[in-house]
């Protein structure tokens, strides 16, 4: 069984920045894709930014050049850097990991961006 705890959640003010951590644990293949989703009140969740076991990453357009993508393999620990942070990324933050047909979620870590 995978399990997947986000943390580094928090209030920052605009323009800060954030980082956020999500720890793997269970039987973590190396061929995988983490991604991290964010979902606003009233508002679906959207895949906001996927890291490939391979390197390859995407970003959203509201995020992209803000928002960096990382994973740490040996320690099966994935990583979500914000930066320039804007009040309209308020939001509940998941991260998610893709192991074959397996697909797996974190329990959300809130971040508040205060104009």
């Known amino acids: 069984q995978v399990q997947l705890v986000e943390s580094g959640g928090g209030l920052v003010q605009a323009g800060g920045s954030l980082t956020l951590s999500c720890a793997a644990s269970g039987y973590i293949s190396i061929f995988n894709t983490m991604g991290w989703y964010r979902q606003a009140p009233g508002k679906q969740r959207e895949l906001i930014a996927s890291?490939?076991?391979?390197?390859?990453?995407n970003y959203a357009e509201s995020v992209k050049g803000r928002f960096t993508i990382s994973r740490d393999n040996a320690k099966n620990t994935g990583l979500l850097t914000m930066n320039n942070l804007k009040p309209e990324d308020t939001a509940v933050y998941y991260c998610?990991?893709?192991?074959?047909?397996?697909?797996?979620w974190g329990q959300g870590t809130q971040v508040t961006v205060s104009s």
């Open positions: 998610n990991l893709r192991i074959g047909s397996g697909v797996y």
């Open positions: 890291r490939t076991s391979s390197g390859n990453t």
